[in-house]
């Protein structure tokens, strides 16, 4: 079973950047990074098909950007000019067995059946 495990996370000031990285033990489809703030569900930030195809939620468009070593089974997530708001725990998904003809997307949680522990994200202003 792949195993995925987050890091890069921490504590910013309003403006700052920080870098996200999840490395997957195995093969990897469509991999996301999606985050969780207290008292929120959970919401997808930007995800990355296995060919480069890239999606991102309106509220990170222009800051973040998701990209992808498949030589090293590792995701990335640039976040640039980061806002209070973008405070959330941080969560890595992978897709590990072919999705078949259900219905997916690349920001549903349900398209995703592997997922990493998670990496803290804090921006204060």
């Known amino acids: 079973q792949v195993q995925l495990v987050e890091s890069g996370g921490g504590s910013v000031q309003a403006g700052g950047s920080l870098r996200l990285s999840c490395v997957a033990s195995g093969y990897t489809y469509t991999m996301g990074w999606f985050r969780q703030a207290r008292g929120k569900g959970r919401e997808g930030v930007a995800a990355i098909g296995n060919a480069g195809t890239t999606r991102y939620a309106d509220s990170v468009k222009c800051r973040f950007t998701v990209s992808r070593d498949n030589t090293k089974n590792t995701l990335y997530l640039q976040m640039n000019s980061l806002k209070p708001e973008d405070t959330a725990m941080y969560y890595c998904?992978?897709?590990?067995?072919?999705?078949?003809?259900?219905?997916?997307?690349?920001?549903?949680?349900?398209?995703?059946?592997?997922w990493g522990q998670g990496t803290q994200v804090t921006v204060s202003s």
């Open positions: 998904a992978a897709e590990t067995s072919l999705r078949g003809s259900r219905s997916w997307s690349f920001l549903w949680t349900s398209t995703y059946n592997t």
